[in-house]
């Protein structure tokens, strides 16, 4: 069983007890709910950085990577940066993250918010609704296409965007819908952890124009995105990188000042 097939099973069990603790009238209910959500691929299309953020205290790849960091400060430092938008982790087991780190960023920030967490339940969509996502992430590699289309149309419903990610060709061709509306090309290969941008190369040309395009994993330096461009990326999506450091946001600003030197 590899670590997204354990994540998921996982994922299921928490996700039943959740919806036994709080039941969806009670996410609609949320203050959150009514919030007029901020389109985080518009903000892609029209930046010339692209950079998506993220917050992540873990990972199964890389164990602890920051756990000193208090998301409040962190969510203020990349939005003082001038990221495009930022992506919280909310899984607990496998990345150190909740949905309450979602609320606290929401609370400290404007920036357009993508909840990043494996996706298995239309519940887990309202949840990100009634925490203050803008956007969320469903991974192709867990899902059938038809549930590709039932989270990404309930998504569009909720006013939230929806950035779909993809590690291969075979994955790509069963999600291109018009109820997504970013596709992320996934750099790391799930089974060996390796890193190559060469995935997100060769993808490019495979993912209709409609469509923002965005990069994940392996951008470690301004050069990469210099690299990506040409291939039609309009976002970025760095976590590691800016987190395994003290100050962040401080981190994204000298990269953006990099990028755009």
Do not use: W
């Not at 461009?229 to 800016?242: D, S």
């Amino acid at each position: 069983m590899n670590i997204l097939d354990k994540i998921v099973n996982d994922k299921r069990v928490e996700v039943n007890l959740r919806k036994q603790l709080i039941p969806v009238e009670q996410l609609e209910q949320s203050v959150l709910f009514e919030r007029q959500t901020v389109s985080l691929a518009k903000r892609l299309r029209e930046s010339n950085t692209g950079i998506i953020a993220e917050h992540k205290r873990r990972s199964p790849s890389k164990q602890v990577i920051n756990h000193n960091l208090n998301v409040f400060d962190v969510a203020k430092g990349y939005e003082n940066a001038g990221v495009c938008g930022m992506s919280i982790l909310t899984d607990g087991k496998y990345f150190g993250g909740s949905l309450d780190d979602l609320l606290t960023a929401r609370s400290s920030c404007k920036l357009p918010l993508l909840r990043k967490e494996f996706i298995i339940d239309d519940y887990q969509i309202l949840e990100a609704k009634a925490f203050g996502a803008d956007a969320i992430l469903l991974i192709a590699a867990i899902l059938t296409r038809d549930e590709i289309k039932q989270f990404s149309e309930f998504a569009k419903q909720l006013h939230l965007d929806v950035l779909l990610e993809v590690h291969n060709e075979k994955e790509l061709h069963k999600s291109i819908m018009p109820s997504i509306d970013m596709l992320g090309v996934n750099n790391r290969n799930l089974k060996t952890f390796e890193v190559s941008l060469d995935t997100s190369k060769q993808l490019s040309e495979l993912i209709p124009n409609d469509f923002v395009k965005v990069s994940e994993s392996g951008i470690s330096n301004s050069e990469a995105i210099n690299i990506l461009q040409p291939y039609g990326y309009k976002g970025f999506l760095i976590g590691e990188n800016f987190m395994k450091t003290v100050n962040p946001g401080e981190s994204a600003s000298q990269f953006i000042k990099d990028l755009l030197s």
